[in-house]
């Protein structure tokens, strides 16, 4: 958790220095593993909303929701990048995780992060409707949805002692559970 602690804080701040407010939308955009999460983590962090972007959009879906979404910056992997729009790929809107990001940040004279003071009222992440009704939407979620199915969960089904859960229905926030209540999550990848 260390570690989780320090390279979300780190991304948070580089987030904060490519102009990442409260309320921005940031795209999400990585397999499931731990460099989601941490990608997750630091956007909430930064004060933004998360746009998790699946990894199997084909690439006009991806244009269309970005700028749909107006989303400025997208966190993704080297190998991803091509699939986004020109416009997403030069380092000011994509930064990718992996190799030796953390360290690179780390060298960098990035400011301190700052307490975006977010509320519960405050935009969490976007989620996409099926479609049903013609075009998928995007809805905007706030803080307040997780934090009462949060702390519902948690005292209907806590966690015992050395209890640990496997992660692979990666609703947006979801894989945050077992980790706000200091419990071991196992990724498993798509």
């Known amino acids: 958790y260390s570690e989780l602690k320090q390279e979300s804080d780190l991304l948070a701040r580089h987030l904060q220095r490519l102009g990442i407010t409260k309320g921005d939308i940031v795209g999400s955009y990585t397999p499931h593993r731990a ?43 080297s190998s991803m990048k091509p699939m986004l729009p020109l416009s997403h790929q030069s380092d000011g809107h994509c930064f990718c995780l992996e190799g030796e990001w953390a360290q690179v940040l780390n060298e960098s004279d990035l400011p301190g992060l700052n307490d975006p003071q977010v509320g519960l009222s405050d935009r969490a992440y976007v989620t996409m409707t099926s479609g049903s009704t013609g075009r998928p939407k995007g809805v905007v979620n706030a803080h307040i949805g997780a934090t009462h199915n949060f702390l519902s969960r948690f005292d209907l089904t806590p966690y015992n002692p050395g209890e640990r859960e496997g992660l692979n229905v990666f609703f947006v926030w979801e894989c945050f559970r077992p980790i706000l209540q200091g419990a071991t999550a196992y990724i498993i990848p798509d």
């Open 35 to 77: 460099e989601y999460i941490i990608a997750n983590l630091a956007i909430f962090k930064a004060g933004g909303a998360i746009f998790p972007l699946e990894t199997n959009y084909p690439a006009d879906l991806l244009a269309e929701l970005i700028q749909m979404a107006g989303i400025s910056v997208v966190l993704t992997m």
